[in-house]
């Protein structure tokens, strides 16, 4: 079973998913941030693959991506570094990216990697459901990698039932119009999205990512939907103190409050 | 036509929409809406009367007596250059703004360069009294001062782009950052014919005036509407695939598209995307793009900074793949030589960007009756300071030349 599905079927809600990126703040860290996360007690981790337009990112991923780069990362030595991951880590893991690194990667290449990876879902946010399903949905579904799709305030219930019924795992919920980056607090318009989502019968359960930031607004997303994504902070912290163990442990208790 | 955009926004394998879902309300009301508005009576006749009297269209069609005898053919000029602004880039930002307004839209957004495309959106949205943002990377804002200058006069927000490299690309980002942040009051004008379906498809219809417009004028002067070759500047390819637009089908006129080869293509420092790139995505485009073996986008270099894209229209790598047109390239030094030869020999001194049009005719060998129409897409002044640089250095070398 793909870990995703056993994560929503055992847990229904509070599920906190932790984005970083691979290669930032250096090299070799990725392994270890994803196992001190998993230790942790956060439920799923999202790994970014940088890329150098990363249109859908404010300002702290764009950095992340920029030093990742600089560092040498691509996503060949990612799926290097993961090699043994699955002999240390049981929760699941999502990769997360833009097309074009992926397409030059090879797109059946990249899904028989991250199965043999152990990897267990991708979010390309600027492939449209409707190429994805035209295009690679069989090759996806072959390799039991599940593609994580998006939808955001404009989504009207036509196209949320569209992208629900081709999505498997979960669906990741912007919670505001705007690019990712910590947030204040929700705002009226939000809580009547959030509300509206709530209201339409779903097959798959929802977590809402973009401005979480901390405990507060995590614990105003689990009020929603089955939990939140936390990127910008998190990312932000691994450039202020480091990626050592306590670090990541102390940030992610924070949360849970 | 069938080079001609598909229903699904498609030229063969290049094109389609690759973009976030929460830009897709914005241009899934673009790509429902476009066509219809293009075609009602309204568009129309307000489009053609400020292509006419605001723009002052149409542009002359100048036959180059002296630049003919010079190359041993027929050229004419097709002179954008003229146009209110200095480009051919109006053409599409009156075009938009109309757009803009029957979707009810109150903000427009743009991205600059050279600042051409910057200074045409604000020209346009001052006319219509839309409050107007350009995003420019802080490098070209330091390069193109002037026209940044202009923008503000204009009443235009001229915001700085301090990411990445800090050029066309990065600014590119952050405009469709600001897009997707104000889904529902904004409109966001692309100056090429670049970018999602449809707006490879909305510029080039709005610029398919120019060789609307040249074949009357070369029936008129030459007796016969089709000329031998069409050559025009290709950076995201909005003024070529104009100039072409009306020609595509008629494989008797020859179609050539010049890119800018920087120090040459070989160097590393170019912009030619189409010897240099491969298939890709950019910008929510699949079209050819410069990248390296990891598929980052890479940065382009052209002396022209309205020629440096990292990409080109979906249109022209399905032109390119199919041999409809020739595309060429051609390096800084060839257009600024070729920029001074029109300029002394004509007395019109071309944007740097139209240069490398005019350079390419020194690489080619016509036939004596050749009528060849080079579209010449801009204005020298924005390039002045190249200019002066490029006659200083030459000065200089042949004054040491002169003392051995």
Redesign the interface.
């Known amino acids: 079973m793909n870990r995703i599905d056993k994560l929503f079927r055992e847990k229904k809600e509070h599920i906190l998913s932790v984005y970083f990126t691979a290669g930032f703040p250096d090299i070799v860290a990725t392994a270890g941030i994803v196992k001190s996360l998993s230790e942790a007690g956060a439920d799923m981790v999202e790994i970014g693959m940088p ?6 990112d ?2 702290v991923i ?1 950095k992340s991506n ?1 030093t990742a ?1 600089r560092n040498g990362m ?3 030595k990612l799926f290097v570094q993961l090699q043994e991951i699955r002999n240390e880590v049981d929760i699941p893991i999502i990769l997360m990216g ?8 090879g797109f059946e290449n990249f899904c028989m990697k991250c199965s043999e990876t152990g990897i267990d879902g991708v979010i390309l ?5 409707q ?1 994805y399903i035209e295009e690679f949905q069989g090759m996806f579904d072959r390799y039991g990698i599940y593609n994580i ?8 219930e036509k ?1 949320i039932h569209e ?1 629900d019924y081709i999505s498997r795992g979960f669906i990741y919920m ?1 919670s505001s ?3 990712t980056g910590a947030k204040g607090s929700c705002s009226q318009d939000q809580i009547a999205y959030f509300d509206r989502v709530r209201k339409i019968k779903l097959k798959n359960p929802c977590l809402i990512g973009f401005g979480i930031s901390g405990h507060d607004s995590f614990a105003e997303a689990c009020k929603y939907s089955s939990g939140g994504i936390i990127g910008s902070a998190f990312v932000n912290l691994l450039r202020e103190k480091g990626y050592s163990a306590d670090v990541i442990n102390q940030f992610v208790k924070s949360i849970r409050g | 036509m069938k080079y001609s955009v598909d229903d699904r926004g498609y030229y063969g394998e290049f094109g ?7 830009m ?3 241009v899934k009301e673009l790509q429902d809406n476009y066509l219809r508005i293009l075609n009602s009576p309204d568009f129309i006749s307000e489009f053609h009367s400020l292509l006419k009297h605001y723009v002052g269209r149409p542009s002359p069609l100048y036959f180059a007596p002296r630049l003919s005898e010079f190359h041993n053919t027929k050229i004419y000029l097709k002179r954008e250059d003229l146009n209110h602004t200095g480009a051919h880039k109006i053409n599409n930002t009156v075009g938009q703004i109309l757009i803009a307004q029957r979707l009810g839209k109150k903000r427009i957004i743009a991205v600059t360069g050279a600042g051409q495309h910057g200074v045409a959106t604000a020209t346009v949205c001052a006319l219509m009294g839309l409050k107007c943002v350009v995003y420019m990377g802080e490098t070209d804002i330091a390069r193109q001062e002037p026209n940044v200058l202009r923008m503000k006069m204009l009443g235009a927000d001229v915001v700085p782009v301090v ?2 490299n800090r050029t066309l ?2 600014a590119t ?1 952050e405009s ?2 600001d897009w ?5 009051d904004t409109h966001y004008i692309i100056g090429s014919a670049v970018g999602p379906h449809p707006y490879p498809d909305l510029v080039t219809r709005l610029q398919s005036v120019i060789s609307e417009e040249m074949r009357y004028q070369l029936l008129e002067q030459t007796g016969k509407s089709d000329p031998d070759y069409i050559v025009a500047c290709v950076g995201g390819g909005s003024n070529a695939i104009g100039s072409f637009y009306h020609y595509l089908n008629n494989e008797n006129v020859k179609l050539v598209g010049v890119e800018a080869a920087g120090k040459g293509i070989s160097t590393g420092e170019t912009a030619a995307t189409l010897v240099t790139g491969r298939p ?5 485009s699949r079209t050819i ?1 410069m ?1 390296d ?6 940065e382009p270099y052209s002396i022209s900074a309205g020629l440096d894209y990292p990409g080109i229209g979906p249109a022209h790598s399905f032109l390119h793949k199919t041999g409809r047109v020739i595309y060429g390239n051609v390096t800084d030094d060839e257009a600024l030589e070729a920029a001074f030869l029109l300029t002394r020999l004509e007395g019109i001194v071309p944007a740097l960007e139209s240069a490398h049009a005019l350079a390419w005719l020194g690489k080619t060998r016509f036939r004596t009756g050749d009528v060849v129409v080079v579209t010449v897409s801009g204005r020298g002044d924005k390039d002045m300071s190249a200019y002066i640089k490029y006659m200083n250095t030459r000065d200089s070398e042949e004054n040491s030349y002169g003392s051995k």
Not at chain 1, 125 to 129: E, S
Not at chain 1, 149 to 156: A, C, T
Not at chain 2, 280 to 284: A, M, P, R, V
Request: charged share 15%; glycine share 10%; no cysteine.
């Open positions: 890329f150098s337009d990363p249109m859908a404010g300002p764009q920029e780069l691509n996503i060949k833009y097309l074009n690194p992926v397409m030059q990667f946010p600027d492939l449209p459901p190429v799709l998006l939808i955001s305030p404009q989504s009207d196209r992208i912007v119009s705007g690019v | 389609g929409a690759f973009i976030p879902e929460m897709y309300p914005n990411s990445g690309k990065d980002n469709i950052r997707i942040s104000n889904p529902s890709g995505i950019i910008h929510g793009l990248q073996e990891d598929g980052q986008i890479t």
